[in-house]
T-cell receptor, first 112, second 116 residues
Framework: GQQVMQIPQYQHVQEGEDFTTYCNSSTTLSNIQWYKQRPGGHPVFLIQLVKSGEVKKQKRLTFQFGEAKKNSSLHITATQTTDVGTYFC????????????FGTGTRLKVLA | GAVVSQHPSWVICKSGTSVKIECRSL??????MFWYRQFPKQSLMLMATSNEGSKATYEQGVEKDKFLINHASLTLSTLTVTSAHPEDSSFYIC????????????FGPGTRLLVL
């Protein structure tokens, strides 16, 4: 079945350092979404990427969809303590479907 | 907008009992809702897709007779864990897709189930 892997599994950074998590699929994707889950909370939608090579920015967050539409990345510039949480990608293989498979997640800890 | 609620937020029950969890979209209609379970420090595992007015579609390995899903209206889906056992203890999260929302899922706050 479709697998969506994320690396790294954990990341500890000093406040102010950058952070990147990578999402890799074994199959070509229709689109990909990113979510953030704070400790004890539920996933919150961040963004959706649809086009090959697409790059989107939200303040300090930069999201990229690979040219082959099999991988994606989330980069955070100058991390803050509020960035703490687990970042999940969610992949959809079929256009027009609402069904997404969640990646394994990357847990980010920011040290003040 | 796009608020999804779940009830109860947490529940403790004895082994062998059944537990019903409700998922409601409060300010929008959702023809499709999803049910996930999440074990501590792990990812969300999709259990089933709930469509209003039709039978749920279960993922491979999920027992449909154990996890009963009913999507009776455009704003409510329920998950019933029948004859719960300690291994069913988990964090159950629903999500709802708002029509025309570019496939964005809005997640409920989750329900923590502990089966003794």
């Amino acid at each position: 079945g479709q697998q969506v892997m994320q690396i790294p599994q954990y990341q500890h950074v000093q406040e102010g350092e950058d952070f990147t998590t990578y999402c890799n699929s074994s199959t070509t994707l229709s689109n990909i979404q990113w979510y953030k889950q704070r400790p004890g909370g539920h996933p919150v939608f961040l963004i959706q990427l649809v086009k090959s090579g697409e790059v989107k920015k939200q303040k300090r967050l930069t999201f990229q969809f690979g040219e082959a539409k099999k991988n994606s990345s989330l980069h955070i510039t100058a991390t803050q303590t509020t960035d703490v949480g687990t970042y999940f990608c969610a992949a959809s293989r079929n256009p027009g479907t609402y069904k997404y498979i969640f990646g394994t997640g990357t847990r980010l800890k920011v040290l003040a | 907008g796009a608020v999804v609620s779940q009830h109860p937020s947490w529940v403790i029950c004895k082994s062998g009992t059944s537990v019903k969890i409700e998922c409601r979209s409060l300010d929008f209609q959702a023809t499709t809702m999803f049910w996930y379970r999440q074990f501590p420090k792990q990812s969300l595992m999709l259990m089933a897709t709930s469509n209003e007015g039709s039978k749920a579609t279960y993922e491979q390995g999920v027992e449909k007779d154990k996890f009963l899903i009913n999507h009776a209206s455009l704003t409510l889906s329920t998950l019933t864990v029948t004859s719960a056992h300690p291994e069913d203890s988990s964090f159950y999260i629903c999500s709802a897709v708002r029509s025309g929302s570019l496939q964005t899922q809005y997640f409920g706050p989750g329900t923590r189930l502990l089966v003794l």
